[in-house]
């Protein structure tokens, strides 16, 4: 797509991935009950673009919210959560809902997100127009995280990455992929990518997990991902790219032993977690080479960051573990 958010990186910078100037671009209090806006996910959509946001409220309750934009950069959020019809199962149970992704396949957004069922777990949803939105059957058993879909079939099914995990802060996990015929019933689950041993690279030697929805280049599927290292300041999460094999993408070809981006920045350190990094979206465009990622920073608000694809996809190659 052509008109994602841009700016171009700044005269002084080396980095491969860079901040918006201008972050936060949603901050924490967006909506009149927010307490936090962060972990959200965005699409083209008509003449513009949309989202599904998590919005913390002021008890801490946690929901996902719809919105819309011009230019990507600013946002109207609807003050009410989405509300859930019947799908394919009239079982639409939600204790939570948090870390949404959305991806068009075919003739319909479908949203992913952490449903908490019983403990967390991925829930499954559609919609055609983000007014109307219709709630699937959980794809696992809890408990799981991060569930990402890939924008299409894959031997004509459906594929979604996610990290089995516990009930707790996880800390420990694993991306694995699964395949569905019909959004319903999901199997065939594959390891995708481990952790690292610590002395290979730390930032991912604790927990990782699949962010925005992959993007096909002629080198695989560029995948962005967050990891996680075990601090004696507690967890800190950072930003990398692994390049995943077009046709068995549960096979890895390339994987950042660097990261991308890191928490570093008075907002990604400060917040209601501080130092996170947390990417769930990703706009992009093939023929102008260029990615806008949006990502969660400290729990606590929504930042955006731009890089060129040729030179992601050229740093993973030649930084891999």
Known sequence: ????????????????????????????????????????????FQDGFAGVFRCDNKA??????????????????????????????????????????????????????????????IGIGYTFDFKEFFQCENAFLPFNRNG???????????AMLSRPSDNGHTPFGDIYISYSPDMKYWGEHRCVMKV???????????????????????????????????????????MGAAILDKDRPDQVLYRTKPYL????TNYECVGDVPNVVFPCAALHSIEEDKV????????????????RISEIVKFTKENSL
């Not at 075990?230 to 950072?238: D, Q």
């Not at 981006?261 to 570093?264: K, R, T």
């Open 261 to 264: 981006l890191s928490p570093q």
């Open 148 to 158: 990402v879909l890939f924008p299409e079939k894959i031997d004509g099914k459906y």
């Open 1 to 44: 797509m052509r008109n994602i958010p841009w700016q171009e990186r700044p005269a002084h910078s080396a980095d491969v991935v860079w901040r918006y100037t201008e972050n936060p671009v949603v901050k924490r209090d967006a909506i009149p009950s927010s307490n936090s806006i962060f972990n959200s996910a965005v699409v083209p």
């Open 292 to 307: 806008a990622i949006y990502y969660g920073a400290a729990d606590t608000v929504t930042g955006l960051a731009f890089g």
């Open 60 to 121: 801490v309750q946690m929901n996902i919210f719809a919105g819309f934009s011009k230019n990507g950069i600013d946002w109207d959020i609807n003050h009410e959560p989405i509300e859930f019809q019947a799908g394919n199962t009239d079982m639409i149970e939600s204790d939570y809902k948090y870390d949404p992704r959305v991806v068009f396949i075919e003739d319909r957004y479908w949203i992913t997100w952490c449903n908490g069922y019983n403990g967390p777990t």
């Open 196 to 238: 690292t041993p610590f002395v290979d690279s730390a930032w991912q030697c604790t927990k990782i997990g699949a962010g925005p929805i992959p993007i096909l280049t002629d080198e695989g599927w560029l995948t962005f991902y967050h990891g996680v290292i075990n601090t004696c300041n507690g967890f800190r999460y950072s």
